[in-house]
């Protein structure tokens, strides 16, 4: 369960769900069942309003992580043009 921003130099513990962001990541498990199959997690991260305003939460092959707004919002529009390029 989120009890806090997930913003490290933020750590604004979570009261409400009116204010701020929620972020769904689907997160694969480190092991396989029997038949090869890996299970997968979703992790639910917040970032409390003020976080929000400048900041999003990503998914990278190291895992999740806090980044800019303005980069999320970059790599957007970048994939965005190469996609209507193809």
């Keep these: ?11 604004k513990p979570l009261h409400y ?7 769904v990541f689907d997160m694969p498990s480190g092991k396989a069942d029997e038949q090869g199959r890996r299970s997968r997690r979703m992790e639910h991260y917040w ?18 992580r806090v980044t800019s707004r303005r980069n999320a919002r970059l790599e957007q529009f970048v994939l965005t043009r190469s996609a209507m390029a193809s």
């Design 1 to 11: 369960m989120v009890s806090h921003c997930a913003n490290p130099k933020c750590a």
């Design 47 to 64: 970032l409390c309003g003020v976080c929000s305003q400048n900041l999003a939460m990503e998914q990278s092959t190291d895992g999740v």
């Design 17 to 23: 769900l009116r204010e701020g962001r929620i972020f």
